[in-house]
């Protein structure tokens, strides 16, 4: 009786020739079949061939193997890094078997990636785990990527050092997290108001969006920002809350040199008079508080909306608990949103808030500064005529002024220059406007 050989190729190698030819080239697994059976042939062996994506398909293979074949050839493929079973098959049928494969098995990791450039991590302790962490993460070909995750790892590992965290604080704190993500949804953004009551929101908005005077400051943009609110032109009626009282917004728009600004795109939100937007109402009919208008040929937009009022945060979920086991209350400022769009101009997001209103200096998201607070105002005889509201009703009016784009991208980065030096984090350089290690 001729020998035979079982050949037994494993997960993938059914794409030999068109998954990534330039590690595996363009022979398919038939060519490669064929010409093994050709030289089997030739030698007077029999060859059998085999192939799966199948782990339990290989096992069981190479167990029917017994009795018939006398040798094995295996390309495991990725089962190669992970597979105890294909392993123990291999012993236990007790046929010689060889192991063969395209690329290294040494150099490349079960994901595609070299292996050889994988640092060597051992002895790991509290003391140089971060330093291992940031090692093994140094791979990363993204350099502001891994600057960022570098800084995270090392203040997240330092915190937990500082504070000898606990092994059931950090268990309390993921199910914390968890709970937040869970309460996520297309209309609750239980992450963004995470964010904002422990001010980073603000924090982040501050840096990447200077605004040098005379330009308006920005603010938090807040979880209620929704995609959904419609065009409307000037003078609209955007509030549609019987409750709620009556009160035109009268505004204008110019750049930092004066220059008004028209065609601006303003996206423009508020709560009813109840204090909630229109997305916590489970059964609306559609958008309510909310338009997105632009500034006409003077640069001014005007609309009629309600006298905002102040209201609590979302606090029926994790956040909320949060606060309250930080005995701190849940509501925010009376205020208006904005949103500027224009071409060549820093996005600007901001808001205006009633001065004087019991939360203006416990705003429970950081929100409010002093540029951004106005006094409720009267409409004159003259304003009731032109813009067809009632003489005496209540009145915002306010002037924002748009800083170019180029003039904010250099603040930001000579803010960063400024702050890298006064941290004194080394040698850096800037990459997309963005501060990253300047290393050779
Ligand atoms: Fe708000």
Not at 53 to 65: K, S, W
Not at 164 to 188: A, D, I, N, Y
């Given at each position: 009786?001729?020998?035979?050989?079982?050949?037994?190729?494993?997960?993938?190698?059914?794409?030999?020739?068109?998954?990534?030819?330039?590690?595996?080239?363009?022979?398919?697994?038939?060519?490669?079949?064929?010409?093994?059976?050709?030289?089997?042939?030739?030698?007077?062996?029999?060859?059998?061939?085999?192939?799966?994506?199948?782990?339990?398909?290989?096992?069981?293979?190479?167990?029917?193997?017994?009795?018939?074949?006398?040798y094995i050839i295996i390309n495991a493929g990725a089962y190669t890094h992970t597979s105890v079973g294909v392993r123990d098959a291999l012993s236990g049928v007790a046929i010689p078997f060889v192991e063969v494969h395209i690329t290294s098995a040494q150099t490349t990791a079960s994901n595609g990636l070299p292996k050889a450039e994988v640092p060597i991590l051992k002895d790991l302790t509290i003391d140089n785990i971060t330093d291992n962490v940031n090692?093994?993460?140094?791979?990363?070909?993204?350099?502001?990527?891994?600057?960022?995750?570098?800084?995270?790892?090392?203040?997240?590992?330092?915190?937990?050092?500082?504070?000898?965290?606990?092994?059931?604080?950090?268990?309390?704190?993921?199910?914390?997290?968890?709970?937040?993500?869970?309460?996520?949804?297309?209309?609750?953004?239980?992450?963004?108001?995470?964010?904002?009551?422990?001010?980073?929101?603000?924090?982040?908005?501050?840096?990447?969006?200077?605004?040098?005077?005379?330009?308006?400051?920005?603010?938090?943009?807040?979880?209620?920002?929704?995609?959904?609110?419609?065009?409307?032109?000037?003078?609209?009626?955007?509030?549609?809350?019987?409750?709620?009282?009556?009160?035109?917004?009268?505004?204008?728009?110019?750049?930092?040199?004066?220059?008004?600004?028209?065609?601006?795109?303003?996206?423009?939100?508020?709560?009813?008079?109840?204090?909630?937007?229109?997305?916590?109402?489970?059964?609306?009919?559609?958008?309510d508080q909310r338009a997105v208008m632009q500034s006409d040929e003077q640069g001014v937009f005007w609309f009629k909306a309600i006298v905002p009022v102040p209201y609590p945060i979302p606090h029926d979920g994790p956040v909320g608990q949060l606060l309250m086991k930080l005995r701190r209350h849940w509501f925010r400022p009376a205020h208006v949103h904005f949103m500027f769009e224009k071409e060549g101009y820093d996005h600007l997001i901001t808001a205006?808030?009633?001065?004087?209103?019991?939360?203006?200096?416990?705003?429970?998201?950081?929100?409010?500064?002093?540029?951004?607070?106005?006094?409720?105002?009267?409409?004159?005889?003259?304003?009731?005529?032109?813009?067809?509201?009632?003489?005496?009703?209540?009145?915002?009016?306010?002037?924002?002024?748009?800083?170019?784009?180029?003039?904010?991208?250099?603040?930001?980065?000579?803010?960063?220059?400024?702050?890298?030096?006064?941290?004194?984090?080394?040698?850096?350089?800037?990459?997309?406007?963005?501060?990253?290690?300047?290393?050779?």
């Amino acid at each position: 009786m001729s020998q035979a050989i079982l050949i037994i190729n494993g997960p993938n190698l059914n794409l030999l020739g068109t998954r990534e030819p330039q590690i595996y080239g363009s022979t398919t697994l038939a060519d490669v079949e064929t010409a093994a059976k050709q030289q089997a042939a030739d030698l007077g062996v029999t060859m059998h061939t085999f192939q799966s994506n199948h782990e339990g398909a290989i096992i069981d293979r190479i167990h029917e193997a017994r009795g018939n074949c006398q040798y094995i050839i295996i390309n495991a493929g990725a089962y190669t890094h992970t597979s105890v079973g294909v392993r123990d098959a291999l012993s236990g049928v007790a046929i010689p078997f060889v192991e063969v494969h395209i690329t290294s098995a040494q150099t490349t990791a079960s994901n595609g990636l070299p292996k050889a450039e994988v640092p060597i991590l051992k002895d790991l302790t509290i003391d140089n785990i971060t330093d291992n962490v940031n090692l093994i993460n140094g791979q990363c070909p993204d350099p502001r990527l891994k600057y960022v995750l570098e800084r995270l790892t090392q203040h997240l590992h330092d915190f937990a050092r500082e504070t000898r965290l606990s092994h059931e604080e950090w268990m309390t704190g993921l199910q914390f997290l968890t709970k937040v993500g869970q309460t996520c949804t297309e209309v609750r953004q239980e992450f963004i108001l995470l964010s904002d009551i422990f001010g980073l929101s603000l924090l982040v908005d501050s840096i990447d969006h200077p605004k040098p005077p005379p330009s308006t400051e920005g603010t938090v943009l807040g979880p209620f920002h929704s995609h959904e609110a419609q065009p409307a032109p000037n003078g609209s009626l955007i509030s549609h809350d019987p409750a709620g009282e009556p009160c035109l917004v009268l505004c204008t728009l110019s750049n930092t040199a004066g220059t008004p600004l028209a065609g601006v795109k303003i996206d423009i939100w508020e709560t009813d008079s109840h204090g909630f937007y229109d997305v916590q109402y489970p059964g609306r009919d559609g958008p309510d508080q909310r338009a997105v208008m632009q500034s006409d040929e003077q640069g001014v937009f005007w609309f009629k909306a309600i006298v905002p009022v102040p209201y609590p945060i979302p606090h029926d979920g994790p956040v909320g608990q949060l606060l309250m086991k930080l005995r701190r209350h849940w509501f925010r400022p009376a205020h208006v949103h904005f949103m500027f769009e224009k071409e060549g101009y820093d996005h600007l997001i901001t808001a205006l808030y009633l001065r004087n209103d019991p939360y203006e200096t416990s705003d429970a998201v950081f929100g409010v500064k002093e540029s951004l607070l106005i006094d409720l105002g009267t409409v004159s005889a003259e304003q009731a005529q032109r813009y067809g509201v009632p003489e005496g009703s209540k009145l915002i009016s306010y002037d924002f002024v748009l800083v170019g784009k180029a003039e904010s991208d250099g603040l930001r980065e000579a803010n960063a220059r400024a702050a890298m030096e006064k941290l004194g984090l080394g040698k850096m350089r800037m990459w997309r406007g963005l501060p990253v290690p300047d290393v050779d």
